[in-house]
Nanobody, 119 residues
């Protein structure tokens, strides 16, 4: 199982970006999917999560600005980021709790995508 993240880039404050993360491989089921971020010199923090039935959760700092969604048919999770602020600058990582075909459930991580917000 692999997770491939994409969609990062450089944007001005107030702008928008959409991140995508697609899971591939011998997947039986994907439970919770989520996005984390890590800014330079800081610990990785949870940004948003979405369960298999569509329930979502957000860190307070992004509520009202970010929206997490998923396409179960495509095994893909999205993060729509709007009203971006310089403090949103970080490497964004996706993860997913995946039950592999004939295998256990474990957490997989994407490779990270850089988001830079200029002031």
């Amino acid at each position: 199982v692999q997770l491939q993240a994409s969609g990062g880039g450089l944007v001005q404050a107030g702008g928008s970006l959409r991140l995508s993360c697609a899971a591939s491989g011998s997947i039986f089921m994907i439970k919770t999917m989520g996005w984390f971020r890590q800014a330079p010199g800081k610990q990785r923090e949870l940004v948003a999560t979405i369960t298999s039935d569509g329930s979502t959760g957000y860190v307070d700092s992004v509520k009202g600005r970010f929206t997490v969604s998923r396409d179960n048919a495509k095994n893909t999770v999205y993060l729509q980021m709007s009203s971006l602020k310089p403090e949103d600058t970080a490497v964004y990582y996706c993860n997913a709790d995946v039950t592999a075909v004939a295998g256990p459930t474990r957490t997989y991580w994407g490779q990270g995508t850089q988001v830079t917000v200029s002031s």
